[in-house]
């Protein structure tokens, strides 16, 4: 729930001691897009049902824009390997696989 981007890289923030990161690039999920103007992975996440309860949502999004950046082969498992130190407990994992594939795909 706590993924932010340092340089462009996703990093837990709750496991990372800010004052390492003074002089950094901090992206967090506010600096993607507004609700006028969202990033594709943001409308993608709410076309494919890929929230619930909203709390995970962020972190979420905020690690697939980042892994849009990795290397990542394309099917569904290989974003699920990647995307999992993201926890959903309300389940919405089939909802986040499609917003990030739709993404990969229309990018």
Request: overall charge negative; some cysteine.
């Amino acid at each position: 729930a706590c993924t932010v981007h340092v340089n462009g890289r996703r990093v837990v923030s709750c496991l990372t001691l800010a004052l390492l990161h003074d002089g950094d690039e901090i992206t967090t999920i506010e600096g993607l897009g507004t609700p006028d103007a969202m990033h594709p992975m943001q409308a993608a996440f709410v076309a494919c049902d890929g929230y619930q309860c909203g709390y995970c949502t962020s972190g979420q999004i905020m690690s697939a824009v980042a892994l849009l950046k990795e290397p990542c082969g394309p099917d569904d498992a290989s974003v699920k390997e990647l995307m999992s130190g993201n926890i959903c407990r309300c389940g919405a994992y089939p909802g986040i696989v499609a917003a990030i594939q739709h993404v990969r795909k229309h990018s």
